[in-house]
């Protein structure tokens, strides 16, 4: 079975700029989950969507950070307007139940450089 | 509150000897443990988990980690290390109680010498 794919794998954009990244998580799983590393930091929550309602976003840093996921599958995180301390790489994952029995599987990353 | 502390931020064997990364977690609630690894450009990927069965956990590429309670800890071991093992290990705490939580510690990173 395909894997969790992000799209694309890096972004550089500058301050002020707008960017979207895009997940698509394993086919059949109803939770996606977006997470971010800045650098040297923890991977932290950003927020949980079971199928196309956020279960929790208590994550997300602020208003510039907009995510979606129209019709329940693939998802897009949009940062606008993008801030320097922003910069990070962004992980999505995926799994098929919400419990904390079961694995989330990830996708490689999106590294998001704002100068 | 959970938190999640992976006492090494770096670890250098040689190749063929052990391997063992330390972790240490905090959780007002039963929750699951798990070991995540992460190769370069790669996600991240699976090792093995411990979610209230058998306390030492058999994982994949002959990772296992022992589950102690007394200790709040899930260190990972592996007797005979590979150059291939070079990378990034993260230990992750999730629990359902009081809603659904994923926390990471901040990685500890393996180096491995020929």
């Known amino acids: 079975e395909a894997g969790v794919t992000q799209f694309p794998s890096h972004s550089v954009i500058e301050k002020g700029q707008t960017v979207t990244l895009r997940c698509d998580p394993i086919?059949?799983?109803?939770?996606l989950y977006w997470y971010r590393r800045v650098m040297g930091k923890e991977i932290k929550f950003l927020l949980h969507f079971v199928k196309e309602s956020k279960q929790d976003e208590s994550g997300m840093p602020n208003n510039r950070f907009l995510a979606e996921r129209t019709g329940g599958t693939y998802s897009t995180l949009k940062v606008q307007p993008a801030e320097l301390e922003d910069s990070g790489v962004y992980f999505c994952a995926s799994s098929r139940l919400t419990s904390a029995y079961y694995e989330q599987y990830f996708g490689p990353g999106t590294r998001l450089t704002v100068t | 509150a959970q938190s999640v502390t992976q006492l090494d931020s770096h670890v250098s064997v040689s190749e063929g000897t052990p391997v063992l990364l330390r972790c240490n977690y905090s959780?007002?609630?039963?929750?699951?443990l798990f070991w995540y690894v992460q190769h370069p450009n790669k996600g991240l990927q699976l090792l093995l988990k411990?979610?209230?069965?058998?306390?030492l956990v058999k994982g994949i590429n002959g990772f296992e980690a022992e589950f102690k309670k007394s200790e709040t800890s899930f260190h990972l071991t592996k007797p005979s290390a590979h150059m291939s093992d070079a990378a990034e290990y993260f230990c992750?705490?999730?629990?359902?109680?009081?809603?659904?939580?994923?926390?990471f510690g901040a990685g500890t990173r393996l180096f491995v010498k020929a």
């Open positions: 992750v705490v999730t629990q359902n109680t009081g809603g659904f939580k994923t926390i």
């Open positions: 086919s059949g799983h109803d939770n």
């Open positions: 411990y979610t209230s069965a058998a306390t």
């Open positions: 959780s007002s609630y039963s929750p699951s």
